[in-house]
T-cell receptor, first 109, second 114 residues
Framework: KQEVTQIPAALSVPEGENLVLNCSFT??????LQWFRQDPGKGLTSLLL?????REQTSGRLNASLDKSSGRSTLYIAASQPGDSATYLC????????FGKGTKLSVIP | EADIYQTPRYLVIGTGKKITLECSQT?????MYWYQQDPGMELHLIHY???????EKGDLSSESTVSRIRTEHFPLTLESARPSHTSQYLC?????????????FGPGTRLTVL
């Protein structure tokens, strides 16, 4: 059974810092990996999707990498802003999405 | 604008009531999903559908039922709500024909059963 772990569970950084969020998964047989953002009490916003054949995807200040063989993905956020404060979720897909518990990010002005 | 909608956003009801949570998408996606999320916990898949007249149960056992009579509509029904059903319910959709299968989520329904 696929298990997804996100470390750290919570992270607090000053505004302007670059940061990395980590995601690991136990079964490398995946179809794709998605990173989401969730604001308190809200739904999920899709940030980046990496297909299993890809190594990374970029969108604005966000860059996600995928190393399928080692079961790891990272989400890099450049020049963090207070508006980036949210919970970031990693999910891996084979026939369905399996989610991690997320990393709660606080960016301090 | 292509989007995914859920109503109601918040619902507080008494034990034993029948409720239906609505989910509609205007993105033309073929697959739709229902997830349940308790505070601070992972999302768990409770139902999904590959298309009209197709419904399957997810990993998390649920007393709810779903239907898919129209491509754009995927309602979830609880015949008799109980306090253990208190949770956030999230609907999502994806397009498999392009090969992406990227999932897009609605804003969620927060259900409280007293």
């Amino acid at each position: 059974k696929q298990e997804v772990t996100q470390i750290p569970a919570a992270l607090s950084v000053p505004e302007g810092e670059n940061l990395v969020l980590n995601c690991s998964f136990t079964d490398s047989a995946i179809y794709n990996l998605q990173w989401f953002r969730q604001d308190p009490g809200k739904g999920l916003t899709s940030l980046l999707l990496i297909q299993s054949s890809q190594r990374e995807q970029t969108s604005g200040r966000l860059n996600a990498s995928l190393d399928k063989s080692s079961g790891r993905s990272t989400l890099y956020i450049a020049a963090s802003q207070p508006g980036d404060s949210a919970t970031y979720l990693c999910a891996v897909a084979l026939y369905q999405l399996t989610f991690g518990k997320g990393t709660k990010l606080s960016v301090i002005p | 604008e292509a989007d995914i909608y859920q109503t109601p956003r918040y619902l507080v009801i008494g034990t034993g009531k029948k409720i239906t949570l609505e989910c509609s998408q205007t993105m033309g996606h073929d697959k739709m999903y229902w997830y349940q999320q308790d505070p601070g916990m992972e999302l768990h898949l409770i139902h999904y559908s590959y298309g009209v007249n197709s419904t399957e149960k997810g990993d998390l056992s649920s007393e709810s039922t779903v239907s898919r009579i129209r491509t754009e509509h995927f309602p979830l029904t609880l015949e008799s709500a109980r306090p253990s059903h208190t949770s956030q319910y999230l609907c999502a959709s994806s397009e498999t024909r392009t090969g992406s299968d990227e999932q897009f989520f609605g804003p969620g329904t927060r259900l409280t059963v007293l």
